[in-house]
């Protein structure tokens, strides 16, 4: 309706409104702008009693208006202005309620204030308020009598009311997407999509209801209702359901509003459905294209979210963050498709959908792996309620990295890594480039001596051989189970864990000024070049002079010393690798990105086979990186050579540094000629005097030092004797295998193993999918800045994809996404009677509350926002329940 006709209609209202409200309804503040008289600058009134003509002021009156700029001659004739300038940012809708509304509540404010008209006013104020009155309440009424115009039409709705003044919505769509009577669908689903999309397009979200079946059980009737449909249930609070005190009960909105906007579909004789009902008015606004992402018909999980997430989820990326990444993949929020809440619920799901079977699933993928690979080796145990309680795993390439380097291995007990507390025991090592590497893991659902006990049983079982030192915590079954098991292996316990206790251990006085004691106790345990008797009589004396004699657990540490100081560990092969590496640390900080604490236990494994392709990826890289390059040389020595060409990138270094300090820090003090043997001492630039023997019988060094002993790898001092000897090779009883390039080859032939040793079978959908991602992205990059080509492509896709999706049909998204959840924890369907049961979640010493130091304490304590207590009502880190006044007054 346009404004000219407004008028037109306005004006025969004014006119002959008289046989509805009054015989005075006159005209305020209505007029067609500059279309009709010219704009007034002076204040009059005129035609006080003929209506359609009455003026005052400057606003008020039909066909007149102010100047631009003009001021209103009284409080009267300023509500008119302010009309006309409501009418206006309501696009000339001269019938607009609000704009009416108000108007009449300020003239009717005017008219009781008592305020004085402006000066030459004829007319009576009061029945000029009155008049105002009648003919706003005669534009309400012509709204209700011609419904909506375009000032009460959105940019996807108009309005419209019915004959008892009922305000309607009614959607503003594309014509082919709205539905209409008689409309015929092939199928069901397809009727109830087409009317989700016209919802989506209209902005309301529908939902299912009703339906009436046959006695063959199909449905002959089905309606779909829009979601704001009924009335919210309200619950009268009764005694027996009272919040309790100081408990807020959460608060909810509803979306439910009364509206009848509904379809209803009817099967025909020849089993299409046909529209027998469509009510498309609704009886709340329509949400606008800004908001219609978080509708919930617009908030859907296609096949892309779903493999993306699921992706996500393997290298521990929970849906918050993976939500965030796939905003940033697709270029903004408004187009992912879905909000973080479907992230969410669709992680929740994946974890619930194995609930109650995972640890069947866990054991039947394990017998899988065996199938495909007989090296992989694996071993579990179950209590009396045929619970999951022990478990213990290995691959072959964890068993043939044992056979290399499993001559040392470290045992330390990981806590909350998967939802039942499971303890984790992987077992580690140092490869050839002195980085971690896995040797097998164990989930122990009891810290007890015969958990532990049987752990190290399969551990030897599987590898075949103990390994010569284990090193662990200082728990005390463990150490037991050692001795009981593994009767030719040295136990070493961890100087990382032992160390970092120190400053909780001193006493408070030592912690305040501890005089130097820290320097002096840590160059003691630390030094590798001390004798046994040495230590312990540097021990007492450190002991007395810090008054520490009496100490209960610096003595325990003494009677525990030949279990960690490396002065007891000086002739041991090998003792010095895990010693200064803090490998529990390292080992935990690295599996605790992978791992959540969340995870079912098929979630686990999978989590820990990307753990563990992540790091031997990482040795793959510096194999790689060892043959095809090399570092430079620093000596014309051949033996320098020789090092480079056998050993890793990182261990020549290191046996480059002590060749280049035998150059040129290292100088021989003197030589002991016994024929065919030679005895050197050798003095390398420290304080330190080392004596060096060769003999020449078996062209055999040793050195005081030990570091070959120790480490595997040759001192200064000795390549001191080669230069001095004209040695050019390195003589092999002297290349530990464990350090050279092809350690795990060698390791591989004398295992039995070849080098293919994959537990996975051959997947040829997950090779497609692979490639598949491949040619997406290399063909998005070489079209990347070309907007013709990109929307070619994309118009290609996306054709591509709904020809798939119009193949698919029959499959409904619930089966879609149980299927994809059978894929993602590779099985066929889930077992219908579990013989393996899900562990009872455990309560071990490390899944508690850890005792924290007193500095921990401190710092975590002047990060806390004080609160407020509310028995001493002081702000302070205590509350109510644990106030110290309380605790004061009851004693």
Not at 731 to 737: G, L
């Amino acid at each position: 309706m346009n404004s000219n006709v407004q008028i037109l209609i306005f004006t025969r209202l004014v006119l002959f409104a008289v046989s509805i409200y009054a015989d005075d309804a006159s005209n305020i503040g209505l007029h067609a702008q500059a279309g009709f008289n010219s704009c007034s600058r002076t204040c009059k009134s005129n035609y006080c009693d003929a209506l359609p003509v009455l003026r005052y002021g400057k606003y008020c009156g039909l066909l007149y208006t102010g100047c631009p700029g003009e001021k209103p001659c009284d409080g009267l004739d300023a509500c008119c202005m302010q009309h006309d300038m409501c009418i206006g940012k309501m696009k000339n809708d001269y019938l607009n309620q609000h704009c009416s509304k108000e108007l009449m509540k300020c003239a009717n404010a005017y008219g009781r204030s008592g305020a004085p008209s402006f000066e030459g006013n004829t007319c009576e104020v009061d029945g000029i308020v009155k008049a105002i009155n009648n003919a706003m309440r005669a534009a309400i009424y012509a709204r209700k009598m011609f419904g909506s115009t375009p000032s009460e039409t959105g940019d996807n709705f108009k309005i419209v009311y019915s004959p008892g003044s009922t305000k309607y919505y009614v959607p503003i769509c594309d014509p082919s997407v709205k539905p209409f009577i008689d409309q015929r669908f092939a199928n069901l689903k397809v009727a109830i999509e087409f009317y989700r999309t016209y919802a989506a397009n209209s902005g309301f979200d529908s939902r299912l209801s009703s339906a009436k079946y046959a006695p063959d059980g199909s449905i002959i009737w089905k309606y779909v209702l829009c979601n704001r449909q009924g009335e919210k249930k309200t619950n009268q609070p009764s005694a027996s359901s009272e919040v309790p005190d100081g408990k807020l009960k959460k608060r909810r909105v509803t979306v439910r509003q009364g509206c009848n906007a509904h379809i209803a579909f009817r099967i025909s004789s020849g089993g299409t459905y046909v529209v027998k009902h469509f009510e498309e008015k609704h009886t709340h606004e329509l949400c606008s294209e800004r908001y219609r992402m978080f509708m919930k018909n617009n908030r859907n999980m296609d096949a892309g979210h779903q493999h993306f997430l699921m992706n996500c989820a393997k290298v521990n990326v929970g849906a918050t963050k993976s939500y965030r990444m796939y905003k940033e993949a697709v270029g903004g929020y408004e187009n992912i498709g879905c909000t973080s809440v479907e992230f969410k619920n669709f992680s929740r799901d994946l974890r619930a959908f194995v609930s109650g079977v995972d640890a069947q699933i866990l054991t039947e993928n394990l017998f899988k792996k065996r199938e495909i690979s007989p090296a992989f080796y694996f071993a579990f145990d179950v209590d009396e309620k045929d619970q999951l309680s022990r478990l213990f795993w290995a691959d072959p390439i964890c068993r043939r990295n044992f056979a290399a380097f499993g001559d040392i291995v470290s045992l330390d007990a990981t806590y909350s890594m998967n939802r039942y507390n499971l303890v984790f025991t992987p077992f580690t090592g140092i490869d050839n480039h002195k980085r971690i590497v896995t040797f097998g893991a164990g989930l122990l659902s009891r810290e007890d001596v015969d958990s532990y006990a049987w752990l190290l049983e399969k551990f030897e079982d599987c590898m075949g051989r103990c390994p010569l030192m284990i090193m662990t915590d200082q728990d005390p079954g463990l150490k037991i189970a050692i001795e009981r098991v593994l009767t030719d292996t040295r136990h070493r316990l961890c100087m990382w864990h032992i160390m970092k206790k120190i400053p909780d251990k001193m006493p408070p006085k030592l912690k305040k000024n501890d005089a130097g004691f820290r320097q002096k106790f840590d160059s003691l345990v630390w030094d590798e070049f001390i004798e046994p008797d040495q230590f312990e009589k540097q021990w007492a004396n450190i002991m007395t002079e810090f008054a520490l004699t009496d100490d209960s657990w610096f003595t325990s540490m003494y009677i525990a010393r030949s279990s960690w100081i490396p002065a007891y560990f000086r002739d041991f092969p090998l003792s010095g690798l895990l010693k200064t590496s803090s490998v529990s640390e390292s080992v935990n900080s690295y599996f605790g990105k992978f791992l959540k604490k969340t995870s079912n236990l098929v979630q686990f494994f999978m989590e820990y086979e990307n753990a563990i392709e992540a790091q031997r990826h990482a040795q793959e890289s510096l194999n790689a990186r060892n043959a095809l390059s090399s570092p430079d040389l620093k000596t014309p020595l051949p033996f320098e050579k020789h090092a480079r060409d056998i050993y890793t990138n990182r261990i020549f270094l290191e046996t480059q540094d002590e060749i280049h300090n035998a150059c040129f820090k290292c100088r021989i003090l003197s030589v002991e000629n016994n024929g065919i043997s030679r005895a050197y001492k050798v003095h390398d630039g420290s304080s330190r005097e080392f004596d060096v023997v060769f003999d020449g019988t078996d062209n055999s060094y040793v050195c005081s030092c030990k570091k070959f002993t120790r480490y595997g790898m040759l001192c200064s001092h000795i390549f001191m004797l080669f230069k001095d000897l004209n040695i050019d090779s390195i003589p092999e009883k002297y290349i530990h295998n464990r350090w050279t390039r092809l350690a795990t080859l060698r390791a591989s032939v004398d295992f039995g193993m070849d080098q293919n040793m994959s537990t996975v079978a051959r997947d040829d959908c997950k090779l497609a999918m692979s490639r598949i991602y491949s040619v997406f992205y290399s063909s998005v990059g070489l079209i990347d800045g070309n907007a013709e080509k990109m929307n070619s492509y994309l118009e290609s896709i996306t054709e591509l994809r709904d020809s798939i999706s119009n193949q698919d049909s029959s499959s409904t998204n619930v089966s879609a996404k149980r299927n994809l959840f059978l894929n993602y924890f590779n099985v066929d369907s889930l077992p219908e009677d579990a013989t393996i049961r899900n562990p009872a979640p455990a309560k071990n010493k490390g899944s508690g509350r850890r005792i924290k130091s007193s500095k921990e304490i401190a710092i975590e304590s002047s990060k806390k926002p004080l609160r407020l207590c509310r028995k001493c009502n002081q702000k302070t880190n205590h509350d109510s329940r644990n106030c110290p006044n309380v605790a004061d007054e009851s004693e």
